[in-house]
């Protein structure tokens, strides 16, 4: 259909994550920087000549600035000379700035830097191995689907990527042999193989600004855990036994178990955090679209406040956008700065950006204070003897003289006493979203026996479980006598909490823990029908959409809470380098993981429909999702208790069932996105350097509301009628389908309201006419929806809207 110029279709996963920020080159004010220039002239099937002449151009262009070849040999890191054209070169900044007064140029930005932050969803989620009629098995398990994970690297030993039962390698496979993998004590002979096809290393941006990597670790190994986890989820095999300390044990699988997978590596570790950078991510981009790889899971990217503004300075938007063009859909994580409103990164309109909830699935450990309170926490790691009461200490009463009760709260490093603290169950606040394994090293540092670890008021009731150093449980309840600043319902909260024995709800008495409180603490266990489930996860991040507003972001929520899969061997299960620990699965918890879900769905979509465009396939799984929990009643948000929105989940969560057989979808090809950017505001000129170098002209008539995308977003309406416009392309059986249109205070209309289909990939074209009233308020978000259906099919697209004027 559509745009399907090539045989394949191809679906890259941007899964990206948190920290963005710059570095700084180690021996000078040089930094580095991307000089974009759009597509290249040589078009999507490049030969070695055609990269070797562009490669000498982008030496050209560097020489007449920096005045000599040497020079530009010196300060060439990369050139980009497959699909995206540009190169990274560390530059001073004026020589960046008379670089991008060049002609052909299209932007020139510094390399930002990136820092990162899965067994039961697929039943969850409805995919059974042993079941007849899933998305599993019509998808054929994404059998020669090539999912590539740009991330940490990977532990190749994994069981995940055995290659038992896999046929040759597919022919569209164009990476050969590369496995830049090192061998450790037990590898087997062929580190690469049927299952895991390749792995390569993206270092040169980072080490430009870092110095050398260790020769020994300059490999695609991971030693990270994260890239393992992540391309586990996507298309790791089935593992039977996967379990952490014996919870959760069942069997780990990807969401495409079938599928090929290769990995390139483009994040570093630093000290004890970790370092992605947008010149070696574009490199690792470049590279996969060349590889002819059907999905890539990036899992770096965008930061709030730090993403570029225009996506024109933005490498991996960049990136994303080229692998549109090469028929790669690009799947992201909308980040984990929630619940806060505007937090949602990876904004562009090519790119399926998806959030974070829960399953039916908790680890559960029950702390059972010596006054009778009862709280229901979550825990992976709780093996203390179930009868036996240890001493309960507030961190803020167990702290060093010299630590601040700011830092103390948080269990910081070096602010626990051990006189105080010792043999007891230390209690600390949970500081970061996700991550608190900082806050266990301490416990166990000052020799506290387990430690009780309470969310703040912006981490709701989102449990996350981590394989901590210490016994620990968390929790969101208020300890009365606790702080000010802590987790739990403001008073006079207009939601206050739901009726006892659902999932988070507590026994509470009033008495504050003194210094005689005793706990006990159950073992950890895996429960498993919790409802309601899915809900939003706190952290994850929300619309509205700061960069693109009239796109809704953002796109649909799939798990991404205490999600169990493979894990690397190469580090510890909280990454600490004092953790001598080594486990083959771990619990990870963030968008990240929920991004990986739906690569291996697109995976699916991929195997059973090979001509789908990637806007087609986002479609099918946008249009498909549920705005419904497993009570059938509205999908929650555990961070207030109110009923989550299109701004919290976008069209809501997916389901792999539906998703394969969508009866219409919403296609987009590039022409479609170029006047996208035209109505965006872009110059022609600029347009046509992404239209691999052929002028595209902008025609007047296209404006921003008609790209034809699955949910409808107007933030800027007066009280004239705006008509926006749609078109279908059937791709179910001949049918008749009909509209229902409504939005909270205003009149929707969609003309025609029935459209019939007579064959396969026919098109018809709709209009939505939105008329807000003047009775509503202004400024203020609306939501409703637009249902196409045939009686069997629906197809959902969310609509937004804003009264401005
Ligand atoms: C794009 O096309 C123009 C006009 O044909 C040409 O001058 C320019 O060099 C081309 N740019 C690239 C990067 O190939
Ligand atoms: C996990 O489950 C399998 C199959 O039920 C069982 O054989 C195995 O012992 C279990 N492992 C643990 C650690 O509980
Ligand atoms: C407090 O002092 C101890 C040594 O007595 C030191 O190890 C620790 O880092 C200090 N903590 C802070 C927060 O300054
Ligand atoms: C992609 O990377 C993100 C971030 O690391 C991760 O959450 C996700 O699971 C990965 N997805 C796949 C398909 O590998
Ligand atoms: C669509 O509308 C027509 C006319 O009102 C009606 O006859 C038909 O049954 C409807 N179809 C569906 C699937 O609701």
Redesign the pocket.
Known sequence: MGSSKFHYLRIIVLSFLLFTFLPEAVHSSKKCYIVY??A??HGPSPTSLDMEAATS?HYNLLTSVLGSHEKAEEAMIYSYNKHI?GFAALLEEEEAAHIAKKP?VVSVFLSKEHKLQTTRSWDFLGLRRDAKNTAWQKGRFGENTIIANIDTGVWPESKSFRDGGYGPIPSKWRGGKACQLDRVHGSPKNLCNRKLIGARFFSDVFEAANGKVNPNERTARDLQGHGTHTLSTAGGDFVPGAHVFAVGNGTAKGGSPKARVVSYKVCWSRTDENSCNEGDIMSAIDQAINDGVDIINLSVGGRRGVTAEDILTDGVTLGAFHAMSNNILCVASAGNDGPYPGTVVNGAPWIFTIGASTIDRDFTSTITFSDGRKIIGGSLSVTLPPDEAFDFILATDGKLANATIQDAQFCKPGTLDPAKVKGKVVNCIRKDNIKSVVEGLEAKSSGALAMSLQNQKQQGKTLTDEAQMVPSVSYHKKLSGSGTNLGGHPPNSPHPPKAPNTYYDVITATAPPSPSLTVKLSPAKTVIGRKPAPVMASYSSRGPNKIQPSILKPDIIAPGVNILAAYSLGTSPTTLLQDPRRFEFNVLQGTSMSSPHVSGIAGLLKTLHPTWSPAAIKSAIMTTATTRDNTNRPIQDAFDDKLAGPFDYGSGHVQPDLAIEPGLVYDIGLKDYLNFLCASGYNEQLIS?LNY?STFVCRGSHSINDLNYPSITLPNLGLDPVIVKRTLTNVGPPGTYNATAKVDGSEVTVVPNSLSFTKMYEKKTFKVIVQTSSVIQRYKYQFGALVWSDGKHIVRSPITVRRRN
Do not use: E, K, R, V
Request: glycine letters at 12%; aromatic letters at 0%; hydrophobic letters at 20%.
């Open positions: 220039l759009g290249h002239s151009s054209n052909n350097a170098n």
